[in-house]
């Protein structure tokens, strides 16, 4: 009695183990040998300047005008001395960081609220809501980026300055705003700026939702306010975060919209003090490592505890599987 043997046809007997979908691939070449090596080195070359930096900040000022960091492993000496004349100095050369890091703060936080909130209700209205132009609408919000920020900065500054007027009638008068009310100005600049950016990328990740979802949602009676609130707002944390990260890192180290809209030394963010203290005559320029330290470590923070929604935001929707 002979037993039939089952036969494979050549090229498609599957190996076990071999990832077959798009995603298993690219996360199998992801975790190779050697995409982590050269992920080990770029990180290094990457965090080299930055230790560099911090421990430059952390010398006396004769050690640092005299040695490279690096002669601190054989010759430790650390001071804090350079960050108290930073950030409380009493001459102006110094740099008097502590209030500028409380204008930076001020000025990114409402920046990168208030882009999000707009664009997140002008997204999920050109993704979900029909009306008349949509269409055009969202390709003229998309042509917005092309848009050099240079362009817009003076008619911008005419706006706040002398107000709009159409045939001699005042539409809008200028703002006259003086001290700490300039921070609006700053902050309407960078959510217009920020806007067609937040729009197209919100609006591709809110396009992609499930329409089943949405429509069983409105079938059960939900509002479009409803909806947006309890489930389009929960799926899209990733892309939030990511254009937030993003939004936050452009406005905090943003020295030309600060400059020019903010203005005194009063309302000077940190970008502003810096670019102030390296253009002095560079004698004490020590204190430059320890004003740069400070103004790093804010996004360093903010990019730490939202890695993981940052991570997700840029992979949603790249691969499937």
Excluded at 111 to 140: E, K, M, T
Aim: hydrophobic share 50%; aromatic share 12%.
């Amino acid at each position: 009695m002979t037993t039939a043997t089952p036969t494979v046809a050549a090229g498609t007997q599957k190996t076990e183990g071999t990832p077959t979908t798009t995603a298993g691939r690219v996360r199998k070449r992801l975790n190779s040998r050697t995409a982590t090596l050269v992920s080990i080195v770029i990180a290094v070359v990457w965090t080299i300047p930055t230790f560099g930096l911090l421990v430059s900040s952390l010398r006396p000022e004769d050690e640092i005008k005299t040695t490279g960091w690096w002669t601190s492993f054989t010759n430790p000496q650390f001071t804090f001395e350079n960050y108290e004349q930073v950030l409380f100095g009493q001459s102006a050369s110094s740099g008097q960081l502590a209030g500028s890091f409380i204008n930076s703060l001020a000025i990114t936080i409402p920046s990168v609220l208030f882009p999000l909130a707009f664009a997140c209700l002008a997204a999920y209205a050109l993704a979900w809501i029909n009306f008349r132009g949509r269409d055009w609408l969202y390709i003229a919000i998309f042509a917005l980026q092309i848009v050099p920020l240079q362009m817009a900065l003076v008619p911008l500054l005419r706006f706040f300055s002398t107000g709009v007027s159409l045939g001699g009638v005042t539409l809008m008068p200028a703002w006259d705003l003086v001290d700490e009310q300039k921070f609006a100005q700053v902050w309407f600049a960078h959510t217009c700026f920020a806007l067609p950016f937040a729009v197209f990328l919100l609006h591709n990740f809110i396009s992609q939702l499930p329409g089943d979802l949405m429509e069983a949602a409105r079938v059960d009676g939900a509002s479009h306010p409803k909806i947006f609130r309890t489930i389009v707002l929960p799926l899209i944390t990733p892309a939030l975060a990511a254009f937030g990260i993003f939004q936050f890192l452009w406005v905090w180290n943003d020295l030309l919209v600060a400059l020019i809209f903010a203005g005194g030394d009063e309302t000077a963010p940190l970008t502003v003090k810096l670019a102030g203290m390296a253009g002095t005559r560079g004698n004490e320029w020590q204190r430059l490592t320890a004003g740069a330290f400070v103004s790093i470590v804010v996004p360093l923070i903010v990019f730490l505890s939202l890695q993981r929604f940052f991570v997700r935001g840029l992979l949603a929707g790249s691969v499937k599987g």
